[in-house]
């Protein structure tokens, strides 16, 4: 699994002012994650902020687009990086709660997920750890290892402080074809609709969650919009 191109980018923003190497880590702890759970597809990294959840680091543009999903609609990334809570779906296909973020989910096929708290400096709980399998009940029985795998993220050794967002490239929120501006302006109705909001301020939530996200619009309108 190999950071998107965005979280690259970040990483070595990071690099310059941590004194680890983030990037190095990141593979390492994914490569500890697929030997314990081989149907595992991805995962992602999500911090607090100002706030507000941010992924600093996902293993794909298909993962970052979930965790807009996510942004927009709630989900278990958000939940676990705002609550401190270990969250575990077994199969998304029954998922009751977040419905929207399941539908999307099992859209990119994926089955299950789970997120561990993120813990930085001094205990403090700033994010979670997101999985994401093929397999249903890819984690059970297996959270135990998984925990000491991710080691609560104190590996890491990174703050709300270090977290260069604010420097990202917004070019890329930008839509490029007129395939893409239909399906943005389908996520824009929805999110009018489900959320009770006006157009502009649909439009502003999908172009906030996407740039999270790390992902430009109209990837995070796909991925919302998937089977519906």
Do not use: K
């Amino acid at each position: 699994m190999e950071p998107v191109p965005e979280t690259a980018q970040v990483l070595r923003s990071l690099n310059e002012t941590s004194e680890r190497d983030l990037a190095s880590m990141i593979d390492t702890l994914a490569e500890r994650v697929v030997a314990i759970v081989p149907s595992c597809v991805g995962l992602s990294i999500s911090l607090i902020d100002s706030g507000l959840t941010f992924t600093l680091v996902a293993t794909s543009e298909q993962v970052a687009a979930l965790d807009a999903v996510q942004y927009v609609a709630a989900g278990p990334c958000v939940e676990s990086a705002a609550s401190g809570d270990e969250i575990q779906l077994d199969d998304v296909l029954d998922e009751r709660r977040w419905q929207h973020f399941a539908r999307a989910a099992a859209a990119q096929d994926v089955r299950s997920t789970l997120s561990l708290p993120l813990v930085v400096r001094r205990g403090e709980v700033a994010g979670a750890v997101n999985l994401y399998a093929a397999d249903p009940q890819a984690f059970v029985g297996v959270e135990a290892e998984l925990r000491q795998a991710v080691g609560g993220g104190q590996g890491l050794g990174v703050s709300n402080a270090d977290l260069p967002f604010r420097t990202r490239d917004v070019a890329r929120t930008a839509t490029r074809t007129l395939d893409e501006l239909d399906v943005v302006e389908q996520a824009v109705g929805f999110v009018m609709a489900e959320q009770r909001v006006g157009a502009d301020e649909a439009r502003r939530r999908l172009t906030d969650a996407a740039d999270r996200a790390g992902v430009d619009v109209p990837s995070a309108a796909r991925a919302l919009m998937a089977r519906r």
